[in-house]
Nanobody, 121 residues
Framework: QVRLVESGGGLVQSGGSLRLSCAAS????????MGWYRQASGKQRELVAD???????DYADSVKGRFTISRDNANNTVYLQMNSLKPEDTAAYYC???????????????WGQGTQVTVSS
């Protein structure tokens, strides 16, 4: 089947940087968009950034100019470079990808298990 595995979360001071990675593996025929969402305690999950297979990107207003999303299509990996981190960026970050597996041949949304980012003031 298909798996998304995230890495790179952790604890950082305000103003610091972190880089998240998410690798998709399994019986993957194609991947459409890939992205990052986050969910802070007591809040709804929200889109942080996404990127199409062609490289077009979209960002939440709150992270524009500070976060950069990129992807390596050859390795089915998406990255999120986070700079100038703020305490309000503290959340669980989830990788998302629209994937068509060989088995089902149907495009479907897949989610990673999440990685915690904590920014101290």
């Amino acid at each position: 089947q298909v798996r998304l595995v995230e890495s790179g979360g952790g604890l950082v001071q305000s103003g610091g940087s972190l880089r998240l990675s998410c690798a998709a593996s399994g019986m993957i025929f194609s991947i459409n968009s890939m992205g990052w969402y986050r969910q802070a305690s007591g809040k709804q999950r929200e889109l942080v950034a996404d990127i199409t297979s062609g490289g077009s990107t979209d960002y939440a207003d709150s992270v524009k100019g500070r976060f950069t999303i990129s992807r390596d299509n050859a390795n089915n990996t998406v990255y999120l470079q986070m700079n100038s981190l703020k305490p309000e960026d503290t959340a669980a970050y989830y990788c998302n990808a629209q994937i068509k597996p060989y088995v089902t041949w149907t495009m479907k949304n897949y989610w990673g298990q999440g990685t915690q980012v904590t920014v101290s003031s």
